[in-house]
Structure formats: structure tokens, C-alpha cells
């Protein structure tokens, strides 16, 4: 089925918990309602402003939105394959990320418990490269299945054609505009590999006497809950810039001037260092602080909230504000991890 709204709030469909509205949203529950709606209204509606709209938990909404936004609300996971190589799954577009990771985990398989906790949708992991302690989702992604906006045919990217980076894919450069993720194709595994590397994982995964997918994911569950506000609470996007990845040479310039700034190797890219913008943001004392009804999250800088009722210019101007201070003291540019609309 295809739901069409006119006028339609957003207010639900934005983790900013932002009130404002779009002239037209489309959900769409399987491809084929999505081809039947498109070969009738696709001309008209392609022909205007248009977007795509996952679980608006990675969005910023700044405005009512003048044209027609699509939303997948198509739901399903299974397995397509078993084999001693991996097992690959397939999940839909419309998917809540962490149920797949829940049930990934629940079902013993291996590649994707880091992610877990995310706010996102499964079209949205392959589009942002979704990644925490340790892991991207690139890592797991076999291949992206999608509609051609232009054909109204369908088609199988496969991952390593993605150019996946750092909160990059093909889907926010190249085939931006030109596709319509319908589901996503993940290559896991029955055997144990446990990455626990990053900051406090070990502890906490310690903590639980055993190490599988599920304590893996309680644990990570766990730190995330301790530092990331729940949206349902206060609206929020998770991280809100990126942190940059700089030449090497200025980033060890710096750290001669902050020796305490957290700094990181690059997977493939040994020229590079990434630093870490919340560090940045923190040490400008701008944690816990606020410009109008937008404010900075007090356990984790990285983070800007919507104190109740902000639009959202509240925020880009607090965000631009922020830019502005990091730009002035550390001489680095920081750019928004969020899709601004
Ligand atoms: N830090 C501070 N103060 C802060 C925030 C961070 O000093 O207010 C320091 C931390 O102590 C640490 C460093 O900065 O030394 C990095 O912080 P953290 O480990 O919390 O991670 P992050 O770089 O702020 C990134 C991702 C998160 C992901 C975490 C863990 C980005 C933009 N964000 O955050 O992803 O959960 O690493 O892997 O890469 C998201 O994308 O929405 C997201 C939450």
C-alpha cells in the first residue's frame, strides 16, 4: 500500500522532535506499491523538489518542506543463505536498524553488534555509513538493492561499488537523487569475532563474564544510554558533526599545542588523523549550554539537543555558532554529520 499525505506533520518523523510539515509525504510498504504509485505520479513528482526521508534520526527539518518527501515503511528480515562462509541476510528498506541488529544477535550471528542502539532505518545505514565503536556498517553491507528513478527498474549495488567511507556512500554523491533504496543485504557470520578495542568496550563487556553478539550488545547498549540522549526524551540526532580527518602534519601540530585531544589512525588512509569534534566542542565549554531553545547535550558535546519546542533554526544557529568558536580556536573547519533539510 502507499499512504499519501498532504500537509503532513513531521513532527513524528524526526528525531529532533522539529514540528513542522512537508506539502506531500509518500510511505510506501514494498516495491511494487512503490513502482504502481511512481508509474502514475513519478513524472509529476520527480519533476519537482523531492527527498528522501528514512527514520529522520540522522535529519534536521529547518522549514516546511516545499515538495514531496518518500518514506519506506516496508518492514522484513530473513535469511538468504547459510553457508560455512557467512550468512547473508536481507533486511527492508523501512526496517528499524537496531530490531535487525537485535534479532542478528538473538540469532547468535556476528558482524553487526557494535551498531548496536543506533536510531536509524536500514536504507539509512547504507546512505551514512552508520559506525561506532570500531565498526561501519560498510563492513557488513554485501550489497544495496534499489529502484532507478529515472527506469522505475530495480537493480543490486553491491557493496564494494558503494564507495563507502566515513559517513559517506555513493547514495550521498553519485546516486544521490537517482535511486531508491529498497533493502540491504548484510554478510554475517557464525564465527566468533569480537571487536572490543574501542574506549570502554572491554570493561563493559567484561562486566557481563561472557563474550557473544548479545553481551556485546547490552554492553554497548549500555554506554550508549549512558552518554547519548533518548530521543523519545529530548530530540536529538546522535552526533552532530563529523569528526575531521586532517593531514597528519596538522593534526600532530595540535596535539603539540592540546596535548589531551583524543586523536585516531584512519583505516586505510596512513597520511591522515581524525580527531574527535565533541573533544573540540567540550574543551570550548560549551557542554550542557544552550542559544535559544537549542543546546548541547551535558554528557557528550557531540550531541546537540532540541530543549523543547526549538525549530530548526535553532539549532543550525547554534550549530553554526559552535563551527564558528572551533574554527577560531583549533583553526579547523567541522562540518554537520546530519542531513540538513
Ligand atoms: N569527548 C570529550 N567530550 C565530549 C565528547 C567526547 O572529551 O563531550 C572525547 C571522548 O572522551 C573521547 C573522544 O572525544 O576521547 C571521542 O568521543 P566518543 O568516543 O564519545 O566518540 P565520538 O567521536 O564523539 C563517534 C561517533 C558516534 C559513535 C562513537 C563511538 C561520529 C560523528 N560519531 O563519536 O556515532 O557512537 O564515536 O564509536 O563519528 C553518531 O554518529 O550519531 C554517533 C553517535
Request: net charge negative; charged share 20%.
Amino acid at each position: 500500500m502507499v499512504r499519501k499525505q498532504h500537509n503532513a506533520s513531521l513532527k513524528g518523523y524526526n528525531s529532533f522532535g522539529i514540528d513542522t510539515t512537508a506539502d506531500l509525504l509518500v510511505e510506501w510498504e514494498s516495491v511494487a506499491d512503490l513502482v504502481e504509485f511512481l508509474h502514475t505520479e513519478g513524472k509529476a513528482l520527480f519533476g519537482g523538489q523531492w527527498d528522501i526521508l528514512g527514520s529522520g534520526c540522522n535529519t534536521l527539518l529547518t522549514g516546511p518542506y516545499r515538495g514531496t518527501l518518500l518514506h519506506s515503511v516496508a518492514k522484513g528480515i530473513s535469511i538468504v543463505s547459510d553457508t560455512p562462509e557467512g550468512v547473508l541476510i536481507r533486511a527492508e528498506a523501512g526496517h528499524t536498524w537496531d530490531d535487525v541488529v537485535a534479532w542478528s544477535c538473538a540469532q547468535g550471528l556476528w558482524g553487526i553488534e557494535n551498531l548496536s542502539a543506533i536510531p536509524s532505518s536500514v536504507g539509512a545505514s547504507a546512505v551514512q555509513n552508520i559506525g561506532a565503536y570500531g565498526v561501519e556498517a560498510k563492513d557488513c553491507i554485501e550489497s544495496v538493492e534499489v529502484l532507478h528513478v529515472d527506469t522505475l527498474t530495480v537493480g543490486l549495488i553491491k557493496g564494494s561499488d558503494c564507495a563507502f567511507g566515513y559517513r559517506e556512500s555513493i547514495f550521498k554523491s553519485a546516486l544521490k537523487g537517482k535511486v531508491i533504496i529498497t533493502a540491504v543485504n548484510y554478510l554475517l557470520s557464525r564465527t566468533p569475532a569480537p571487536k572490543l578495542g574501542y574506549g570502554s568496550l572491554q570493561e563493559e563487556v567484561a562486566k557481563l563474564g561472557e563474550i557473544t553478539p548479545q553481551a556485546i550488545r547490552q554492553a554497548i547498549t549500555t554506554i550508549r544510554n549512558g552518554k547519548l540522549p533518548d530521543p523519545e526524551v529530548v530530540g536529538n540526532a546522535g552526533s552532530f558533526f563529523k569528526n575531521p580527518i586532517l593531514p597528519r602534519t596538522q593534526v600532530e601540530a595540535l596535539k603539540a599545542e592540546h596535548p589531551t585531544m583524543p586523536i585516531y589512525e584512519v583505516e586505510g588512509r596512513p597520511e591522515c588523523l581524525k580527531i574527535a569534534t565533541g573533544w573540540m566542542i567540550d574543551s570550548l565549554g560549551w557542554k550542557g549550554r544552550s542559544l535559544g531553545r537549542a543546546g548541547v547535550h551535558d554528557k557528550q558535546a557531540l550531541v546537540l539537543v532540541n530543549l523543547g519546542g526549538a525549530e530548526g533554526c535553532e539549532v543550525v544557529a547554534l550549530a553554526e555558532r559552535i563551527c564558528k568558536e572551533v574554527k577560531n580556536k583549533f583553526g579547523v573547519d567541522i562540518s554537520p554529520e546530519v542531513n540538513i533539510l
